[in-house]
């Protein structure tokens, strides 16, 4: 029985260290990751306009609710100058970028070292299927 309450003190006293520890940690992250962050956005960026999230033609330059209740997003300044230049290029965060790891390579024709097996699927370009209908049974070659 002695045995027995002792081992159940050692583990209620490892889990209270753990979770004492376990919260400075988050505690300490969060003060670090909201002081930067925060002071950054506020200098740098400027709002131009707010767009609608679900219509990219819909703007406002008050933020405002869509007909759908969606908060309209705002575009910066650096954002509006890049949208002009090339439409449907995808845009992630410098800090995003470091944590999924994205590698970059110049596209080039080359031929493969190695055989690369993966899945995928084909689907056809549907401005470019055609459909054909004959006057006479057969067949188009």
Do not use: C, H
Not at 2 to 13: P, S, V, Y
Not at 33 to 42: L, M
């Amino acid at each position: 029985m002695k045995r027995f309450l002792i081992g159940f003190l050692i583990l209620i006293l490892g889990l209270a260290v753990g979770g004492v520890g376990t919260w400075l940690y988050v505690k300490e992250q969060g003060a670090r990751g909201k002081g930067q962050g925060a002071i950054e956005t506020k200098q740098e960026r400027k709002i131009l306009f707010y767009r609608a999230p679900m219509n990219p033609q819909q703007t406002s330059p008050t933020p405002m609710k869509d007909e759908m209740g969606m908060d309209y997003v705002p575009v910066y300044d650096e954002e509006a100058a890049t949208e002009k230049e090339v439409i449907g290029t995808v845009k992630i965060t410098p800090e995003k970028i470091q944590k999924i790891g994205v590698k970059t390579e110049e596209a080039k024709i080359r031929t493969l070292k190695r055989t690369i097996r993966t899945v995928g699927r084909i689907e056809p370009v549907e401005n470019k299927v055609y459909n054909i209908n004959t006057k006479v049974a057969g067949w188009v070659e």
